[in-house]
């Protein structure tokens, strides 16, 4: 059953009411025409349960820019949106072409600094999935009983020769009804030698979401909490407070591993009372047992990141080491799911 505005809508009353459901809710495909996004391929999704966001089959179908009820969600770097084409994966190049979004994928076989693997081969930072173009991406539409799906996927695979053949395919979908998007994703190891592979869900909210007044809930810690570098130590005290932002201010990491709930799912939510919208991401902790807070509150650069993954961005070395990134057999799949949703206070 569809629910809109209070009342509950089936399929044939919805019809009686709306002839073209595309009146309530559509995902269309556009293509971007200016500066470094040009030629991008787009797929933008609107629906009047309030959400509005575009998804980029051009880049890994990750979530560009996203709106709630009008008001924005998502961070937008001063790079704007990049291409593949204007994206070059060499060491110090990563800063010249991040361009935030609601969603930036990290991995698969690399998550922070660059490293150089086996034969010298070079791995940039926070990895080359979030970079690559889909081989196949579609968007559809449907009915699921009385509920209308607004539906895309893609095909990406992250490989090298003479050593891994690592495949995501990816599903995002939201509703007639719920302000919520499930990011539905599969990882497979396509060769036939095991492997391993590093993930992380870049979410970056930005304002005016995020401002003083926003508040964060985090669910009860299942290890203590680490501080990512000096000055964040210093500021372990404020990791769930935001302030305005300051001129030449230092960037914070906080690295949480927190208590999942029954399901083996770990809510964050955060508020702002101020505009009255909340917002929450719920992720499977068997795939991704740790989250990465980032607290950008730098004059220009404002920013909250809230990060659910498989490591503690140390880079590929760092997290073998440290028994970190996830083995994956040759012919084996893994199935990750993240949901991210929106609420009026």
Known sequence: MAELFGGEYTKSKLYKNAVNIGQLASIDEIELKDGRANGMKVFRVRSTNGLA????PSKCMDIAALSYKGVNISLLTRNGVCSPENMFPVNGEFERYFSGGMLWTCGLKNCGPNYHDKGSQF???????????????????????DEYILSAGSVLRDTTIEGYNLELVREIKTSLSKPEITIIDSIENLDCSDTDYLLLYHFNFGFPFIDENLCMFFPEAEKPMKAGNDASEKM??????????????????????LKPDIDKTVTVRLENPKIGIGAYIRYETEYLPYLVEWKCMRAGEYA???EPANNLIGGMQAERKAERSRKISAGEKHIIKVRLGFDTL
């Open 123 to 145: 791995h940039h930072y926070h990895g080359r999935i979030g970079t690559l173009p889909a081989e196949q991406s579609w968007k559809k539409s449907y009915f699921d009983g």
């Open 236 to 257: 372990i005290s404020e990791w769930n407070k935001l302030c305005p932002p300051i001129d030449n201010g230092v960037e914070n990491l906080f690295f949480h591993t």
């Open 304 to 306: 909250l990141g809230i």
């Open 53 to 56: 966001f575009d998804l980029l």
